[in-house]
């Protein structure tokens, strides 16, 4: 095992690293930009290192200052978090070009999955249900023209490296094409250096189903259920549960197995997360993150397992903790997204938090890195924190995750809360009936104000 290992991240993500840590006895190192000197990852890990200005490329996705500061606190491994470097090869790989690891999965398994339509490719061939679509990229809007006629409108052009929403539109009609086509590509370009576009055909009603995975490595890995992540805002969740309200045991287990095969068959190591659309009964694969997911939290709750611990425990060449039959699911989880951001125009709202007061009582968890006198800086996400609330089914859920947000007091900036107590008021939401474009429908008539 480890003695000590260093969190590449920052905020309420690089806590949670830091708290599996100590638990398992294992020092920690936190790294921070001069903007983030006074965090509270900083305060609560072992050593704490200055890294750069508050600019990213300068210092959370510098690697020369990263593996600097491994050589310099005698740190063995890196924990990405998310975001960031936590989808990096070239990072993954210079990490273990200096005798160090990283706790995740390879830098080929990554490279793989980072790019959609070898991904897609990968999944294909492992068995996985995709979405209909290109043979691999398209090159000219003609082609895009050609592909669209034959699959039939809607369709979505997708950038080949694209992520976060970015480099994806929807050609409604054939006079949508050529718009949707140069734009995706621009954006990809802008975005991610990679212009490469590909097209499928775009569901009207899909919810957004992704499955937790955890492999060891050697050939063997589970799958820890769904997660349903379908209320979103411009391709960005904000509502996430498990497990998911409109899914069947049967079809679970069906899923869940045949990822959980994908990538035993791979000999994937560490948590990946296998996301589909899902319409009229059916799954469709759109991509894997190849690391931790922000909701993670929810799966943790209904399977009472610490996904940070092990993906902690397979780095260092230890066994998984559990077994497919150790997995049983136990109740209802729900989390929502807190930002930093006023209302009704999301717009950020970093500033100095004059009080906070972090709801308590059975069920309830808060993941956040804020505190009292903290200054939200302006140059990062504007993610402030995640409430967890677990309850015996998703009608205690409900009502808990209520009475949680009642008692959360955030003050000194605007944030995203008003967004969930209206969302619980609305019948569509309290059924489960919604699909990933609900929300933003909703928000055109529901916008409430900060």
Not at 245 to 251: A, Y
Request: charged residues 20%; glycine residues 10%; proline residues 6%.
């Amino acid at each position: 095992m480890f003695d000590k290992i260093l969190i590449a991240n920052r905020g309420e993500i690089a806590l949670r690293v830091i708290r599996a840590a100590r638990e398992m006895g294992i020092a920690t190192v936190a790294v921070h930009s001069t903007a983030d000197s006074d965090a509270m990852h900083v305060r609560m890990a072992d050593e704490s290192i200055c890294i750069g200005p508050p600019s990213s490329p300068q210092s959370y996705l510098s690697i020369p200052a990263l593996i600097a500061a491994c050589e310099v606190t005698g740190a063995q491994a890196i924990h990405p978090g998310y975001g960031f470097l936590s989808e990096n090869a070239k990072f993954v790989q210079i990490v273990q070009d200096h005798d160090l690891t990283f706790i995740g999965p390879t830098a080929e398994h990554i490279r793989v999955m980072g790019d959609k339509i070898t991904a897609k490719d990968t999944m294909k061939a492992l068995g996985v249900p995709c979405v209909p679509g290109s043979e691999g990229g398209v090159a000219t809007l003609a082609e895009a023209q050609k592909i669209g006629a034959e699959m039939g409108y809607p369709v979505i052009i997708k950038a080949t490296a694209g992520g976060g929403g970015k480099g994806m539109k929807v050609a409604e009609t054939a006079a949508d094409m050529e718009k949707a086509f140069q734009t995706a590509r621009a954006e990809g370009k802008s975005n991610f250096g990679n212009d490469e576009v590909y097209i499928e055909k775009y569901l009207t009603t899909p919810r957004h189903i992704e499955i937790q995975v955890f492999g060891d490595g050697k050939g063997g890995a589970v799958h820890l259920g769904e997660r349903d992540c379908s209320l979103q805002r411009r391709h960005q969740k904000v509502f996430e549960e498990a497990p998911g309200p409109t899914i069947t045991p049967e079809q679970r287990a069906h899923i869940g197995k045949t990822c959980a095969d994908a990538v035993a068959n791979i000999n994937y190591a560490g948590a990946g997360t296998i996301e589909f659309l899902f319409e009229n009964g059916e799954f469709f694969f759109i991509e894997m993150n190849t690391r931790l997911q922000v909701e993670h939290p929810v799966t943790e709750a209904i399977f009472n397992v610490d996904l940070v611990r092990e993906q902690i425990r397979v780095a260092a060449g230890l066994p998984m903790s559990f077994t497919q039959d150790d997995l049983t699911i136990d109740g209802h989880a729900i989390e929502v997204r807190l930002n930093a951001e006023k209302l009704p125009n999301f717009s950020p709202c970093p500033g100095k938090i004059t009080q906070f007061h972090v709801p308590g009582g059975l069920g309830v968890r808060m993941d956040s890195a804020l505190y009292a006198g903290y200054s939200i800086p302006p140059h990062y996400d504007s993610l402030i924190g995640k409430l967890i609330v677990h309850g015996r089914d998703r009608p205690e859920a409900l009502a808990r995750l209520e009475r949680a947000l009642g008692e959360l007091i955030i003050e000194g900036v605007d944030s995203t809360t008003p967004l969930f107590h209206a969302l619980l008021q609305d019948p569509d939401v309290l059924s489960g009936n919604y699909n990933i474009h609900w929300l933003e429908h909703w928000l055109e008539s529901n916008l409430p104000e900060g």
